[in-house]
């Protein structure tokens, strides 16, 4: 503006010239305006929903049941319908097991594609591309119905249903997730801190452990909770892997979704939301680091 | 980065890479690749199918012939052999107990051999109830050889050492059990075929001398199972509203996906508020995502709520029925829309982020309207964040699940994952069920190919 008020004073700016200005400032909010309420529409799109099963989850049965319901949510506010479902039947041990599962395959996951990661950032090797891009493949394809086949050969091991074997199968799920996100997180790191840290007198082993490690944690622990989070929402091969004594959460809910009624169904549903939303926060920034560096 | 990297590998020949990525590669073979073709052999070959007959009664002697599963048997003798202690858990097993006797010939000589258990009455146990001590039993039909033979080994066609009187009093050494073979015969395309099976194979009825063949030994290839699977009744909905699924999904997901991203890029205020808005629904199972949507659609829910408040309708309407199908897709397009938009999304914010700031505004610059910019600049320069976007959702698209089995029951709209999982979980049919999921695998890699095949044909066009 102040730009604008010293050229009024040296040149003289006709009226038509001014009048462009104001429409073209005009224009400008006007586009902010519309950015903002598509922005804000989407975000309804995103929330709503959500708003819906939560206040579903957090109230009494009894409004569950009532027609037609309130739009507003959280009236009146109660634990009861989540009481009522942590309460029933197979659910503690199924968040147990969906906690269990999820914590193995963490593990499983991160260890064996940390160096892997590292491998695929730090080196270039002769296969380095096929491997980027088997992992790739592996990634987009269907692994889940490979449990058909994993259920028949658990069987014949005396495997079948069984937490760790099921741990073992959604650690396939999430690998090569977890090397693409780890091996662009360890890129994200210079490769001269190491050296420097070697001119120092580090061995290699020392530079990783001193220098590398404490910068990469928060990308490692990022790629864990995303592992976790996929292990906790899996139900096709956690239904057919392990459908009998060792179901988790979300198993649980789909078989017994025929028979259970609205107050369980949605208070399974807002339950089954939760992690995903704490931990989506934490881990936003890495979700595009992967993607950036796939497309590329 | 790369030739400081690359400097590092003139030095030597540097096995730390391999070694790094060995534990992934292994499991990803473990995991992958083995499962995959184990489900392609599940899909065509059908375990023990055949069954081998045997010149003799052992198991190692000549074959006479193979007769598949099912055929009708004529069984013409019987015989028992000696069988493992292992192979005693083994189903549909007809066994013969021979028990090692000691006790006096009519003449007074002391004998010692085998017979079979069931001419022995066991008179005395040990504790840990083995038999001890019997007696002969009498043979009960006219006619009949008075004597038991005793035989030097536990088999009838073994030298008899010498024969008991009925009710003489016996010692009882050692049993041993035996399972039966059948010397079998059956009518194959017309050939009389004739060899030993082992009774593990064969079914037995009416007085012994008919049976039938109720497992092979041997598995062949056959189209059984994918026919089984073409034939089911739920195949062909299945595959349309998968195919129908896409289709509408998926267009619609591009264009919300990259509305969203021009969004951020316009970097409102709170941008980053919107974009975590925009990638919550990236973390929810889709079984939690059928459920939001049930709440919505279900005969009470929040929809009929509205509309009812609304003064729209006077009574709720029951979307979800068999009779109103086209509210159950409706149901479950707003449910994929809404879950699996935010994956897309994540991919075409990224691919933005490599577009230049300068090229865009030069586009302003020169009065490129906001369409003009997208139409010839953004999407172009997307166009290999939009296909791997594309591949992934499509082949994701091809899985769709828990949301279908919650919003539809499974049974009214059907889609080919709640098929493979029917097939396994409901019908215990594990090799349809690996049909179906080979069937998925198929679409999913003829899919690869074609969006693959597609976007490098367009470049080279674009080349030439």
Redesign the interface.
Same mark, same amino acid.
């Given at each position: 503006m102040s730009v604008l008020e010293s050229q009024k004073a040296t040149v003289q700016v006709s009226p038509e010239v001014r009048a462009i200005h104001r429409r073209m400032l005009r224009r400008q909010r006007l586009s902010r305006a519309l950015t903002y309420l598509i922005a804000i529409v989407l975000s309804l799109w995103v929330l709503i929903p959500i708003l819906f099963i939560a206040s579903m989850a957090l109230t009494t049965p009894a409004v569950v049941r009532s027609y037609p319901k309130g739009v507003l949510p959280f009236i009146p506010f109660s634990t009861e319908t989540l009481r009522f479902f942590l309460n029933s039947r197979g659910i503690v041990p199924g968040i147990m097991n969906s906690i269990i599962v999820a914590v193995i395959t963490l593990v499983l996951a991160t260890v064996i594609s940390a160096p892997a990661g590292y491998a695929i950032s730090r080196y270039i090797f002769r296969g380095r591309d096929v491997f980027r891009l088997s992992i790739l493949a592996v990634r987009a394809f269907p692994i889940v119905v490979l449990s058909i086949p994993l259920a028949v050969v658990f069987l014949r091991l005396n495997i079948y249903d069984n937490v760790f074997s099921l741990a073992m199968m959604h650690a396939a799920l999430a690998l090569p997730t977890t090397i693409l996100v780890l091996s662009s997180v360890f890129a994200s790191i210079p490769y001269e801190l190491e050296e420097a840290a070697q001119v120092f007198g580090c061995s290699p082993a020392q530079a990783f452990r001193y220098i590398v490690l404490p910068l990469v944690l928060p990308g490692i622990a990022a790629a864990a909770i995303f592992t976790f989070v996929l292990s906790w929402n899996e139900v096709f091969a956690a239904s057919i892997l392990a459908p009998l004594h060792n179901r988790t959460l979300p198993v649980q809910v789909l078989i017994t979704l025929d028979e259970s009624s609205e107050p369980y169904q949605f208070a399974g549903g807002f339950f089954m939301l939760i992690p995903s939303l704490i931990f989506i926060f934490f881990i936003r920034r890495y979700l595009f680091n992967m993607w950036g560096q796939i497309t590329k | 980065?790369?030739n400081? !990297?690359?400097g590092?590998?003139r030095k030597k020949r540097?096995w730390?890479?391999?070694?790094?990525?060995l534990?992934?590669?292994i499991?990803?073979a473990?995991?992958?690749a083995w499962?995959?073709v184990?489900?392609l052999?599940?899909a065509v070959r059908e375990g023990g199918a055949l069954l081998t007959l045997r010149a003799e009664a052992q198991r190692d002697s000549a074959v006479a012939g193979r007769i598949p599963r099912g055929t009708q048997i004529s069984i013409l003798d019987q015989q028992g052999n000696l069988i493992a202690a292992e192979e005693l858990e083994q189903a549909n097993l007809i066994t013969e107990v021979w028990y090692q006797i000691r006790g006096q010939e009519p003449g007074g000589q002391e004998i010692e051999g085998w017979a079979p258990a069931e001419r022995i009455r066991v008179r005395e146990q040990g504790e840990d109830g083995t038999p001890i001590a019997g007696s002969v039993r009498p043979r009960l039909v006219g006619g009949a050889d008075p004597f038991t033979q005793v035989h030097a080994e536990a088999d009838e066609d073994s030298e008899v050492v010498g024969e008991l009187e009925a009710r003489a009093p016996v010692e009882i050494l050692d049993q041993t059990t035996l399972e039966v073979w059948y010397l079998v015969g059956a009518e194959i395309e017309e050939q009389a075929v004739e060899g030993w099976v082992q009774s593990r194979y064969v079914q037995v009825f009416g007085d012994g001398s008919q049976g039938r063949v109720n497992q092979g030994d041997t598995s062949q290839y056959t189209t059984r199972y994918i026919q089984q699977m073409l034939n089911n009744r739920f195949f062909t909905p299945a595959l349309r509203t998968t195919l129908l699924l896409i289709v509408i999904i998926i267009p619609v997901q591009f264009v919300?996906a990259i509305?969203?991203a021009l969004?951020i890029q316009?970097n409102?205020k709170g941008?980053s508020l919107?974009?975590?808005?925009?990638?919550?629904?990236?973390? !929810?199972?889709?079984?939690?995502v059928?459920? !939001?949507?049930?709440?919505?659609f279900?005969q009470?829910?929040?929809l009929?709520?509205?509309l009812?408040?609304l003064g729209l309708i006077d009574s709720?309407i029951t979307y979800l029925s068999a009779t109103r199908q086209h509210w159950i897709i409706i149901a479950i397009w707003l449910a994929e829309v809404?879950r699996a938009t935010a994956i897309v999304m !994540?991919?075409v914010?990224?691919?933005m982020?490599?577009i230049s700031r300068e090229v865009l505004e030069a586009a302003e610059v020169f009065g490129a309207t906001l369409w003009q910019r997208i139409r010839y600049i953004i999407l172009p320069l997307l166009r290999?964040?939009l296909q791997?976007a594309l591949?992934?959702r499509t082949?994701?698209a091809?899985?769709v699940?828990?949301v279908v089995?919650?919003l539809s029951?499974g049974d009214v709209v059907t889609v080919l994952?709640n098929e493979?999982?029917r097939q396994?979980?409901d019908l215990r049919n594990?090799n349809v069920?690996?049909s179906?999921?080979s069937f998925?695998?198929l679409l999913?890699?003829l899919t690869?190919i074609f969006y693959l095949r597609a976007v490098r044909t367009q470049e080279e066009v674009a080349g030439s």
């Open positions: - | 980065m790369s400081r !990297v690359s590092k590998r540097n730390a890479p391999y070694l790094l990525i534990p992934s590669l499991y990803l473990l995991f992958f499962p995959m184990q489900s052999i599940l919300l509305i969203m969004v316009a409102p941008s919107f974009l975590y808005i925009y990638t919550i629904a990236l973390g !929810v199972s889709d079984l939690a059928g459920i !939001v949507w049930y709440s919505v279900t009470f829910g929040y009929n709520s509205i009812q408040r709720p809404w !994540v991919i914010v990224a691919g982020q490599s290999p964040s791997v591949i992934l082949i994701l091809f899985q699940f828990a089995v919650v029951g994952a493979t999982y396994y979980y594990v069920a690996a179906y999921a998925i695998l999913s890699i690869a």
